[in-house]
T-cell receptor, first 111, second 113 residues
Framework: AQRVTQPEKLLSVFKGAPVELKCNYS??????LFWYVQYSRQRLQLLLR?????SIKGFTADLNKGETSFHLKKPFAQEEDSAMYYC????WGGGADGLTFGKGTHLIIQP | DGGITQSPKYLFRKEGQNVTLSCEQN?????MYWYRQDPGQGLRLIYY???????QKGDIAEGYSVSREKKESFPLTVTSAQKNPTTFYLC????????????FGEGSRLTVL
């Protein structure tokens, strides 16, 4: 079975400090990994996916197959980054054509 | 204005009562999904549909039912068997069941009185 673990329910950092939201996964094959974000009073939306290897709003995430991780990083946090972040995995064999979400991390950027 | 529309945003039901949440999309997406979002639980899949007239149970389908008579619409009925109190429902869609980017609605909050 595939599983996504986000160990931190809440992460609080100061503006300008580096941010790292952790995501670990369990899957035997080659997964697709995603980060979704939900800002206050806005819809849940895709932030980035590992396949595109892009940087969105200063965030990057690298798939580390050896450590089965897909941590989300930003070198200098901004107040507008405060939001709920979900890591998601698409595998082959799980339910719903294989898309599994983690439980989410609430990121708070303090001024 | 394209997108996914969920209605109503807020809904109350009494115990023993069935209620239906609406989800409509004009994005011409094939696949549609219903999730529950509970604090500390993340998103849990209730039902999904990859094509019209076909749908599959997700991880927590008990107490729910759906239909997919039209490509644009995927209503969710919360039956009286669903005992959980206030919770938040999210509808999503994507071009095909194998795509990674889900497009979400604004959500519907259901409170059991």
């Amino acid at each position: 079975a595939q599983r996504v673990t986000q160990p931190e329910k809440l992460l609080s950092v100061f503006k300008g400090a580096p941010v790292e939201l952790k995501c670990n996964y369990s899957y035997s094959g080659s997964p697709e990994l995603f980060w979704y974000v939900q800002y206050s009073r806005q819809r849940l939306q895709l932030l980035l996916r590992h396949i595109s290897r892009e940087s969105i709003k200063g965030f990057t995430a690298d798939l580390n197959k050896g450590e089965t991780s897909f941590h989300l990083k930003k070198p200098f946090a901004q107040e507008e980054d405060s939001a709920m972040y979900y890591c998601a995995l698409r595998g082959w064999g799980g339910g719903a054509d294989g898309l599994t979400f983690g439980k989410g991390t609430h990121l708070i950027i303090q001024p | 204005d394209g997108g996914i529309t969920q209605s109503p945003k807020y809904l109350f039901r009494k115990e023993g009562q069935n209620v239906t949440l609406s989800c409509e999309q004009n994005l011409n997406h094939d696949a549609m999904y219903w999730y529950r979002q509970d604090p500390g639980q993340g998103l849990r899949l209730i039902y999904y549909s990859q094509i019209v007239n076909d749908f599959q149970k997700g991880d927590i389908a008990e107490g729910y039912s759906v239909s997919r008579e039209k490509k644009e619409s995927f209503p969710l009925t919360v039956t009286s068997a669903q005992k959980n109190p206030t919770t938040f429902y999210l509808c999503a869609s994507t071009y095909s069941g194998l795509a990674g980017e889900l497009f979400f609605g604004e959500g519907s909050r259901l409170t059991v009185l």
